[in-house]
């Protein structure tokens, strides 16, 4: 028998064996019991004889309009009563889930995964006698007894060598530079591929430019002179697509973070001229990597 194609469709066999004829009016109530009325509810019909009866129930999802969903069989043997299997309701794998509109999203921290910036965390050892060293260090020349950073300025470096764990190996010894501690160190240095290695967190300071490591942020990228200058080293650097552009996504995310503008974001090689240079000890930087004209092309790019 088949039942009218309805939003909900039940096709339901039933056959029985009749020991007499009284069991005939049995099973034409329960054959009218197969035929599905407006309220697709649980029908029961009350039957002197035994019963099996086999239902097959197929229900589309009731949100999407998807196919329907895998049909459910059931099969009882009662006496006296046989039972029509009704949907539930449940929606079918398919339906889409919904998603609270009061919850946005949080902003994710500079440099995080999902940011378009390929991030690993690879700290150098940075416990707290550094920490007193670096604490100690900005006494000496910002007038400040603390390691702790306040980001203001970007400065941009190159590391001279080939690799991202030869820079790592060189903060991590922690070597007295100058005949001071802690030793140098950048905050990140970007390799070849474009991956970011964050080295240090952004509340600490690092020494990798004099008269600004009390509010610069070190960003040391991979690229070697190999018997060039340093203009050529940067161009190499501006170059190279996945390098740079990660460089770049970087910096954005940290402008973004600690409201740094553009005019902040500065090569090593112009550091003494920054606005917010000090150094109470008289130093001065002498380094001549990432010129003022490769950093306008750079800043260019943000």
Partial sequence: ?????????????????????????AMTLALTACSPGPDPTAATVTSSATVTSTATVTSP???????????ATTTSTTSATTRVATPTGTPSATAKPTRSLSSAPTPPPAGASGTGIQLTQNPIPYPQTRQDQMA???QRHYGIASSALTPKVIVLHFTAGDSWQGAWSTFAANTSNRGEYPGTCAHYVIDYAGVVHQLVPLTLQCRH?????????????????????????????????????????LVRQLQATYGIASSDVIGHATANSHRLFLDKQGWTNDHSDWSAASVATFRSRL
């Fill in 61 to 71: 999802s009731p949100s999407t309009g998807d196919p329907p969903s895998t049909a």
């Fill in 136 to 138: 100690a260090y900005s």
């Fill in 1 to 25: 028998m088949s039942a009218p194609r309805t939003p909900a469709t039940y096709a339901v066999a039933c056959g029985a064996a009749l020991a007499s004829a009284a069991a005939t009016f």
């Fill in 209 to 249: 430019t004099i008269g600004l490591n009390h509010v610069a942020i070190g960003i040391e990228i991979v690229q070697s002179l190999q018997g060039h200058s340093s203009l050529w080293a940067e161009q190499q650097i501006l170059g190279r697509p996945a390098q740079v552009n990660a460089a770049l996504a």
